[in-house]
């Protein structure tokens, strides 16, 4: 079946470094923009990154932009997202999901119909 | 940057219909979805392209988005639908959430 799981979470000093990884099966991930959600303890979703389906353009939200990278391997089925100078406000579990995009009549939608479990990221002294 | 605004909590009677709104600048002209999210879990992909629901998701969800507004819509609402729901579309290139809503059924 279609599954999605991370790894790689744990508990980090502030700027420390972490590089999650998420492990895809059941589907052809090579298809597949992929995306990484975080949710903060007691909060909402955030978006953090998407990366198309070749790994040739990706875009990330203004909070993380030039500290993490997200990155793809599509011979392995794994996306992965390398966290730098991580601060506390990056504490949140970390969920890796499968993009749906396009168009259709006039407009684009765009929405993720997998998930993973989530991974936890703790940055604290 | 464009904002998505939901009511942070709504109650239902069971057996009742509830409504959870997503709001947002000419929202209409985007597409909207929705995710159901119980503690502990993950969120789970419920309403997409405003009112499709996926396979396996129950017909007493419906959506629909016109305006400025986006509306979940959850008739003969059942205890099992307690959850936190979150409106979420897409814009320029980014993806945007909105802050969700808790949906408490008593």
């Known amino acids: 079946q279609v599954q999605l799981v991370e790894s790689g979470g744990g508990l980090v000093n502030p700027g420390g470094s972490l590089r999650l990884s998420c492990a895809a099966s059941?589907?052809?991930?090579?298809?597949?923009?992929m995306t990484w959600i975080r949710q903060a303890p007691g909060k909402g979703l955030e978006w953090v990154s998407y990366?198309?389906?070749?790994?040739?353009?990706?875009h990330y939200t203004d909070s993380v932009k030039d500290r993490f990278t997200i990155s793809r391997d599509n011979a392995k089925n794994s996306l992965y997202l390398q966290m730098n100078s991580l601060r506390a406000e990056d504490t949140a579990v970390y969920y890796c999901?499968?993009?749906?995009?396009?168009?259709?009549?006039?407009?684009?939608?765009?929405?993720?119909?997998?998930w993973g479990k989530g991974t936890t990221v703790t940055v604290s002294s | 940057s464009y904002e998505l605004i939901q009511p942070p909590s709504v109650s239902v009677s069971p057996g009742q219909t509830a409504s959870i709104t997503c709001s947002g600048d000419?929202?209409?002209?985007?597409?909207a979805c929705w995710y159901q999210q119980k503690p502990g879990q993950s969120p789970v992909l419920i309403i997409y392209?405003?009112?499709v629901r996926p396979s396996g998701i129950p017909e007493r969800f419906a959506g629909s988005n016109s305006g400025n507004t986006a509306t979940l819509t959850i008739s003969g609402t059942q205890a099992m639908d307690e959850a936190d729901y979150y409106c979420?579309?897409?814009?320029?290139?980014?993806?945007?959430f909105g802050g969700g809503t808790k949906l408490t059924v008593l």
């Open positions: 059941g589907f052809t991930f090579s298809d597949y923009q």
């Open positions: 979420q579309a897409w814009d320029s290139i980014t993806v945007v």
């Open positions: 000419k929202l209409g002209n985007k597409y």
């Open positions: 999901a499968r993009v749906i995009s396009g168009s259709y009549s006039k407009y684009y939608y765009y929405y993720m119909d997998v």
């Open positions: 990366i198309r389906s070749s790994g040739s353009t990706m």
């Open positions: 392209r405003d009112n």
